[in-house]
Each structure stands twice: as structure tokens, then as C-alpha cells.
């Protein structure tokens, strides 16, 4: 580690007062004191530690608060050379690791195992008849820069909250009425929150509690958009942590939620695009049959998702072709994939009645024009003849041979040659004469 790293190392501290207390360490360090940089980082934990218990106290935990009051009624009494006062105080330094980690989830397993070892090669440094030999004990470089920098990573450069505090706090931002439904605006959010630097056990343990809260929590959580959000922000920022505990959780959920909650796993492909991947063979039928058999009040919500799942294609259409023209009209308004815009077309050609064809024509036909294909146009021009439809002489008919000869969505000759060829003279004439001149000349 050059000089320079290790200034980046005092940088990497999230305020001022940490790195006051990491930098005599980082000095001695550059003197070749390794006994002093020892010494001087386990105090910079042991400092930094009792700070985070502070603020998490004047949040309101009340374990926090109650560690703090004690080492203020302490202090008094350590002045006045209590001797069971300073045992105390002595048990609590040596125990401050263990405490953070036990009761504020600070750290993960091999974490709380560096610590303990700058704790314990802190009392060698600092203390003589540890060591039980003529020789005082004579560190390495490469072990003070060890201690140094588990010092700052582990603790001086974490906000105070990393365990179930932590993890408490996201999800009350989360659930928060305010939070945003934008990506990039609730990773802003999140990383306020708790994860700007967070432990790799914080972030697992937040995918968990959002994936959850999304399909099975309560109302502050379950079936939200920002929920949803969250947990596609969570993803998109550590993707290595989160993506297994989604792969995990969305399949265990699965096979335990109850049928009319089925939509919601639907629901986290729209945020959540490799879902479908991460689904095992038992949970991808399970859900096929869902959406073969989704009911109308949900057909809204599942469709335009399902539509866009590569693996569901069988289960839509089959469901897609049992829908009607209103229940088609809805899901056009969220989604126009390809096959809800065939099965338009579908309806438009079977219609038996010019009041259904006018109806869906406007719900379902008219709100996708600019979509339709070549084939499907030249299908719905010769559809009267060529399918029974009972079309001419729908105003909703003449206005699409209007749009498709005026727009030219068709080559105008081709569109004249249709009509023509399926007994609608009269249409295609009327196409081809121009509008009256109302205005008087003057």
C-alpha cells in the first residue's frame, strides 16, 4: 500500500470525525510505529463505534439509548476512580465489537473476526505481559496495514446502521407514501437511506424484505408501485447480491401464494425483466395456467405484461382470444402488442352487426391504426366478402378505407384494387372523387 493509498483510505471515511481518528493511526503508520498504528486504529474503532451508537440513539433505538445513558452515568464516577465503574467500562471496550454486531446487526461472520483480531493484537501491542517473553511484540507492516484497513472498511467508513436497524430504516423510506416511483430517483433515495457503501448481508437482507413485502407484506408494502421500484433499483445497483436472493425468494413465493395473488409475480417481470429466468419449470407452469385462466378483473393487469414474457406466448393467446371487445379495449390502453392487436383485428372481422362493428372499431381498432400491418389492412378492407363481416355501410368501415386510402397505408391503387375485387365499387368510387367545394366563389 503506497502512500497515497493510504490517503485515500483516510478520504474513504464518511465524516470528519472519523478521520481524526483514523489519521494519528495512518501517521504512525508512516513512521514505522506498527505498535502505535495498532494501538491508535483499534481506538478509532472503539471511538467510531460508540459515535454510531449515538446517533442510532438519538433516532430512537432504545438498545442504543440505553448503552449511551450508561456511559454518561459512568463517566462521573471513572473521574472519581470508581474501580467497578472502570471494570465495567473496560468489559464494554472489549466487548464493543461483539455488542455492535449482536445487538445491531453492524457486521457480517468474517467482519467481527477482523475486528477481533485488532482487538487482540491491540492488547500484544499495548501490553507487555501478554507477550510473556523478554521481547515486546513486533508487528509486521503488512499487519498494521492489515488492521488499518479493516479499521476503515469495516467500521469508520459505514453509516451507523448496517444490520436489522438498517435494513428497518429502508423499508420504512420505502414504504413511505413520498418514496419515488422513478428508478433513478429511488436510488437516490436508497442510497440516503443505507446504501451508499452498504455490507453485502445489508443488501441481501433488503432484497428479502422488499421482494416479500411486495407479494406477501402489508398494505404499506404489498402491491405498490414503489415497492416494485425498489426492488428494481436494489437489483440495478448491486445485481451480484440481489439477484439470487430474487431468484430464490420469487420461487419459494410462488409455490405458496394464493391463487389470486399470483398476479403480483406476474407483476415483478415488468420491473424485474429476467423473473421469468429465474423461475423454476414447476412455478413457469404454474403460472401459465394462471394467466390461461386469469379472471376478467385481473386479465387487465396480467396481460400487458404477460404478453412481453418470452414463455407465456401459448398461455396469452388462449387467453387473448376469449377476450371481448370492452376487455380488450381496457388492455389496449397499457399495452399494443402484436398479439392484442391481431386479436382486434380478429373481432373487427368476425363483427355480425354494424353496432358491433362500430364499437369495436373504436375501442380496439382506431386506437392502433398506425399499427396494423399490411396484411391485417388488406384483410379488414376485404373482410366483408371474404369473411361475412357485416361492415358496409358502418360509418366506422368507411372511415378506415378513408384513413387507409388517405394516409396511403396502402398503395392507393391497391386499396381501390380490394374493394373492387370484393364487390365495393361504390366505396372505392367514393374514395376517388374529391370532396365538394363548399366555398362561393367571389
Known amino acids: 500500500m503506497s502512500l497515497r493509498d493510504l490517503d485515500e483510505l483516510v478520504l474513504s471515511c464518511r465524516d470528519e470525525e472519523a478521520k481524526r481518528y483514523v489519521s494519528e493511526a495512518v501517521t504512525c503508520y508512516r513512521a514505522g510505529a506498527y505498535r502505535a498504528c495498532i494501538v491508535s ?12 451508537l449515538r446517533e442510532l440513539a438519538l433516532s430512537g433505538d432504545a438498545e442504543a439509548q440505553k448503552i449511551t445513558n450508561e456511559l454518561a452515568a459512568w463517566q462521573p464516577l471513572i473521574e472519581k476512580g470508581d474501580n467497578a465503574i472502570i471494570k465495567k ?18 457486521f457480517d461472520g ?9 482487538r487482540d493484537d491491540r492488547n500484544r501491542c499495548a501490553h507487555p505481559t501478554f507477550q510473556g517473553g523478554e521481547q515486546p ?17 469495516h467500521v469508520l467508513s459505514q453509516p451507523p446502521v448496517q444490520g436489522k436497524a438498517a435494513a428497518t430504516h429502508i423499508l420504512k423510506t420505502i414504504a413511505s407514501s413520498f418514496f419515488p416511483t422513478e428508478v433513478e430517483a429511488a436510488k437516490t433515495q436508497l442510497r440516503l437511506a443505507g446504501l451508499e457503501r452498504p455490507r453485502d448481508a445489508l443488501v441481501r437482507a433488503v432484497t428479502d424484505q422488499i421482494l416479500l413485502g411486495m407479494l406477501e407484506g402489508d398494505r404499506e408494502l404489498k402491491a405498490r408501485r414503489q415497492t416494485a421500484i425498489a426492488l ?36 415483478v417481470h415488468r420491473y424485474v425483466k429476467q423473473a421469468w429466468e429465474f423461475l423454476e419449470q414447476d412455478n413457469r407452469q404454474k403460472l401459465a395456467e394462471f394467466v390461461k385462466a386469469v379472471p376478467d378483473v385481473q386479465a387487465r393487469i396480467v396481460l400487458p405484461i404477460a404478453v412481453d414474457i418470452q414463455g407465456l406466448e401459448d398461455a396469452c393467446s388462449a387467453r387473448i382470444g376469449k377476450l371481448g371487445t370492452r376487455e380488450l379495449g381496457e388492455i389496449l390502453k397499457l399495452s399494443q402488442s402484436p398479439m392484442l392487436i391481431s386479436r382486434a383485428v380478429d373481432l373487427y372481422c368476425g363483427s355480425k ?36 363481416a357485416d361492415l358496409n355501410g358502418a360509418h366506422s368501415f368507411s372511415a378506415f378505407t378513408r384513413y387507409v386510402y388517405e394516409k396511403e397505408r396502402l398503395p392507393r391503387a391497391e386499396t381501390i384494387r380490394i374493394l373492387i375485387e370484393n364487390d365495393m365499387e361504390y366505396i372505392a368510387k367514393r374514395l376517388q372523387t374529391p370532396p365538394e367545394d363548399d366555398d362561393i366563389p367571389f
Open 41 to 52: 486504529a483499534w481506538i478509532a474503532v472503539v471511538f467510531d463505534l460508540i459515535a454510531k
Open 110 to 118: 468474517i467482519q467481527v473476526l477482523d475486528l477481533t483480531r485488532l
Open 137 to 153: 511484540y513486533l508487528p509486521t507492516s503488512e499487519l498494521a496495514r492489515t488492521h488499518l484497513v479493516h479499521a476503515v472498511q
Open 353 to 388: 352487426s354494424w353496432d358491433q362493428a362500430n364499437l369495436t372499431y373504436e375501442m380496439a381498432i382506431e386506437p392502433v391504426l398506425e399499427k396494423l400491418t399490411v396484411a391485417q389492412m388488406e384483410r379488414v378492407l376485404a373482410a366483408p366478402q371474404t369473411e361475412g
Open 232 to 267: 428494481r433499483a436494489v437489483h440495478e445497483m448491486y445485481p451480484g447480491q440481489a439477484e439470487p436472493r430474487i431468484r430464490k425468494g420469487l420461487n419459494a413465493v410462488c409455490r405458496r401464494i394464493s391463487d389470486t395473488d399470483l398476479s403480483l409475480v406476474i407483476a
Open 89 to 106: 467500562s473496560l468489559e464494554l471496550e472489549r466487548e464493543i465489537v461483539n455488542i455492535a454486531n449482536d445487538k445491531f446487526g453492524f
